[in-house]
C-alpha cells in the first residue's frame, strides 16, 4: 500500500514520510513582510510520500480564495522541493498547499497537518506584516522570579513588614491552603535577587522575567495600589534601577509583570472612585450601582477590581502615550526590556464588551514609541490562538501547547496537576507521546510562526504546582530537554534548578533553598548543560520543526537551518526508536549517552538526546518579484 493510500485509510500517520511546510526561513523567504510585498513559499515532499502530479498554493486575500502554481526547485535522495510565490494582502494573510498525487488523490497542507478532505481558513499558515519582535526574543531562556520568595539581602533587615503581613522565617513552612495564604511575607527584595545574579549568569539564563514589583496588599503584589513607584519593601524605584542595570552588564535582559485587567481595591485610582461618582477615575473601573460601591471584579474577587478600558484617561495614565506606565519603566532609568501582562485574554472585555484588541495593540504601540526593541508576552491560560495574531502580543504565557501535554504524557496518571492547569478534573491524563504530539500541534498550530517562538514554554510557573513532584520516574532530562528544544522561549521557574516539589501552585512559591546549592549539584547540572543547549545552537533558536516520530513512549523531531540541524529524541521509557534516513552513524551526539545503527536507536529508559546534523541546503531565494498580479481559482 503507498503512503497516500494508508494516509487516506486513515493509518498512523508515519511523521518523517509527509510533506512539510512551517514558517521558518528554509520555507519562507522572509520573516517580516510587507503589504504588498512577493513572498516565496516551499514545501518539502518525501519521495517515501510519492511524487506529485501538482502542487498550489491557496491563499485567501479579502476571505475570496485564490490559488499560485508552485514548481520543483530542488531535489535531494531523500525529498523534492516545491515553491511557489503569493502577494501578501491582508495584514495576517493565510495560505495552505493543495498537492495532487500521481494517482490524482489531494491534500491540504496547513498549519495542523495533512489532511484529505478541505481545511478550515483558521489552520491556515500565517504571513504577518505587523511590526516584528526584537531580534533578540528568540534565542532567551527565562527564569521566573517571585521577589518576596527568591532572596532577602541585608537591607530587608531594616525594613518594617507591612501592615497586612504575616511575618515570615526563610526557612518556615509556606501556608499554601486557607487564611495567610497571600499575607505570609517572606521579605525577599529586589538587591537579593541582584546578589545572586552570578547564580543566573552560571545557569546560562539571559531573560528574567520578574513577577510585579508595584506595592500591594499581598505577598504577590498582582493587587497593585499604585503604578507609580516599586514597592519600598522590595527596595524602590532605587533597587529596580540597580538590578536591571547589574543584570544587563551580565548579558540577562529584565521584563516586568503588569495587570492590566484590574488592580487592587487599595490603589489609588479605585480608592479616588470608590463611593465617589464625581471622581475623575471614576470610569476607571466596571461599577454595578450609581453610588459605585458595587462592581466588576476578577473571578469574583472583591480585593481586585476590573479595568474599564473605554476610559480614555485610563488609557493616557496607563497604557497610551510617553508618559503612560507602560512607557515609563521602558526608558531610563528604569530601561526594562518588555512587560509579560498578566491575564491578557481577559483584558477589556466583559459581557457585550470587548476592547482586548484595542488595548493590546494601544500597549504594543506605546512601546514602540519609547523603545521597539522590547517584548511583549500575554498571559492566556487556554486555547490563545484568537488573540496572537502578531498584531500586539509577540508571544504567549499559555498551559495548552506545551505544559498540560507534557504532564499529561510525564506525570503519573491522576496526579494533582492544580486548577491553574485546567487538566481534565484537576488531574493529568495518560497520554501516550503520540497524544502529546496531537496535542502540543493543536494548540501551536493556529499561531504564525514568530509567534510560536516567542511563546513560553514552562514546565510549571508560580500558578502551577511543581512538575518534579508527580513526574514518572527519570523523565526530568526528558521535560526540560523539550522545554528547550521545541520552538518557544524555555522558561525556568525558580526553583526548579534545585529540584522543588510543591502540590500547587501556592506551595510551589517556595522561598529559595540557597543552603541546598551542593546537593542539588546534578540537578542544577543538568539545567546548566541543556540551557547551553539551546544557547549554543542556532537551530534551536529560531529554525523551523520536522516531526520524525510519535509512539507511547518517545517522540522526535529535528529542528532545521541552513547552517546545522539538531535531531532530538525524548522517551519516557526503554524504547527501540527507528530514526532511518534521518539520523547517519556519523552524526555529532550532543547531549546523552547512547549507541545507535542504521538510525535505529535503543534507549535503555527515560532519556533525552540530542543530534547535530548538517545544515539544509537549499536554492537562494534570489529573483523574487517585488510584485505580481494573483490568479483566481
Known amino acids: 500500500m503507498s503512503l497516500p493510500d494508508a494516509l487516506a485509510g486513515h493509518a498512523a500517520p508515519p511523521l518523517a514520510g509527509l510533506p512539510h511546510h512551517d514558517g521558518s526561513p528554509l520555507y519562507v523567504s522572509t520573516q517580516h513582510p510587507g503589504l504588498g510585498q512577493a513572498v516565496g513559499v516551499r514545501v518539502r515532499v518525501p519521495r517515501r510520500f510519492g511524487a506529485l502530479r501538482q502542487a498550489r498554493v491557496r491563499s485567501n486575500p479579502d476571505r475570496e480564495p485564490r490559488y499560485a502554481e508552485a514548481r520543483i526547485v530542488h531535489e535531494t535522495p531523500d525529498a523534492v522541493w516545491w515553491q511557489a510565490e503569493l502577494v501578501v494582502e491582508n495584514p495576517v494573510h493565510g495560505y495552505r498547499f493543495l498537492l495532487e498525487d500521481a494517482a490524482g488523490g489531494t491534500w491540504w497542507l496547513t498549519s495542523k497537518g495533512l489532511s484529505h478532505i478541505e481545511t478550515r481558513d483558521v489552520d491556515d499558515f500565517r504571513l504577518v506584516t505587523h511590526p516584528a519582535p526584537p531580534a533578540w526574543g528568540e534565542s532567551m531562556v527565562m527564569y521566573q522570579v517571585f521577589p518576596d520568595r527568591f532572596a532577602r539581602s541585608a537591607a530587608a533587615d531594616e525594613r518594617t513588614p507591612p501592615e497586612w ?34 547564580h543566573l549568569d552560571s545557569l546560562g539564563v539571559n531573560l528574567l522575567y520578574l513577577t510585579p514589583v508595584f506595592p500591594g496588599r499581598s505577598n504577590h503584589r498582582y493587587d497593585a495600589l499604585s503604578f507609580d513607584h516599586v514597592d519600598p519593601q522590595l527596595g524602590g524605584d532605587e533597587a529596580l534601577v540597580s538590578l536591571v542595570a547589574a543584570a544587563h552588564a551580565r548579558g540577562i535582559r ?43 471584579s476578577w473571578l469574583g474577587f472583591r480585593s481586585l477590581p476590573k479595568f474599564n478600558w473605554g476610559s480614555a484617561e485610563l488609557r493616557a495614565r496607563f497604557i497610551e502615550g510617553p508618559d503612560s506606565v507602560v512607557a515609563r519603566y521602558l526608558q531610563p532609568p528604569f530601561s526594562l526590556d518588555g512587560w509579560r501582562i498578566d491575564v491578557a485574554n481577559m483584558t477589556g472585555r466583559h459581557r457585550e464588551e470587548d476592547l482586548n484588541e484595542e488595548v493590546r495593540r494601544t500597549v504594543r504601540r506605546t512601546m514602540v514609541e519609547v523603545n521597539p526593541d522590547t517584548l511583549l ?3 492566556s491560560t487556554n486555547d490563545a490562538a484568537i488573540d496572537f495574531t502578531g498584531d500586539a502580543w509577540h508571544g504567549a504565557m499559555t498551559y495548552a501547547n506545551f505544559t498540560r501535554p507534557l504532564w499529561n504524557w510525564l506525570s503519573v496518571p491522576g496526579s494533582p496537576a492544580g486548577g491553574g492547569l485546567g487538566m481534565t478534573l ?30 513560553m ?26 522545554a528547550m528544544t521545541l520552538p518557544g522561549i524555555p522558561v525556568v521557574w525558580a526553583g526548579d534548578e534545585f529540584g522543588l ?37 542556532p537551530a534551536l533558536n529560531g529554525g523551523g520543526i520536522r516531526w520524525l516520530l510519535a509512539t507511547d513512549d518517545a517522540v522526535a523531531f529535528v529542528r532545521e537551518t541552513a547552517e546545522e540541524c539538531v535531531l532530538v529524541l525524548a522517551a519516557r521509557a526503554a524504547a527501540d526508536v527507528d530514526l532511518a534516513g534521518e539520523l ?21 529508559g527515560p532519556a533525552f538526546h540530542a543530534w547535530r546534523l548538517p ?19
Open 501 to 537: 516539589t510543591a502540590a500547587d501552585g501556592e506551595q510551589a512559591r517556595t522561598p529559595m533553598p540557597w543552603g541546598s546549592v551542593e546537593r542539588s549539584a546534578d540537578t542544577i547540572g543538568l539545567y546548566r548543560r541543556l540551557i547551553a543547549l539551546k544557547r549554543e545552537h
Open 254 to 296: 529584565v521584563i516586568g509583570d503588569l495587570t492590566t485587567n484590574h488592580s487592587g481595591d487599595a490603589h489609588e485610582w479605585f480608592r479616588a472612585a470608590y463611593g465617589n461618582p464625581e471622581a475623575a477615575e471614576s470610569a476607571f473601573y466596571l461599577w454595578l450601582d450609581d453610588g459605585q460601591t458595587d462592581y466588576v
Open 426 to 455: 484537576g488531574r493529568t491524563v495518560d497520554y501516550t507521546g503520540r497524544d502529546f504530539y496531537a496535542a502540543h500541534r493543536e494548540f501551536a498550530a493556529a499561531f504564525p510562526w514568530r509567534i510560536r517562538l516567542h511563546t
Open 615 to 633: 545544515g539544509v541546503e537549499l536554492p537562494s531565494w534570489e529573483g523574487l518579484p517585488a510584485s505580481f498580479g494573483p490568479s483566481a481559482g
Open 457 to 482: 514554554n514552562a514546565l510549571d510557573t508560580h500558578d502551577t504546582p511543581r512538575f518534579l513532584t508527580s513526574a514518572r520516574p527519570g523523565v526530568l532530562p526528558a521535560a526540560v530537554g523539550l
Open 377 to 379: 508576552v500575554g498571559e
Open 165 to 198: 503581613a504575616l511575618p515570615a522565617a526563610w526557612g518556615d513552612e509556606v501556608i499554601h491552603q486557607g487564611p495567610g495564604t497571600g499575607e505570609q511575607f517572606f521579605g525577599g527584595d529586589l538587591a537579593g535577587v541582584e546578589e545572586h545574579l552570578d
Open 584 to 604: 547517519p552513524d556519523d552524526a555529532e551526539l550532543l547531549e546523552g549517552a547512547v549507541s545507535w545503527s542504521a538510525g535505529l536507536v535503543h534507549v535503555p
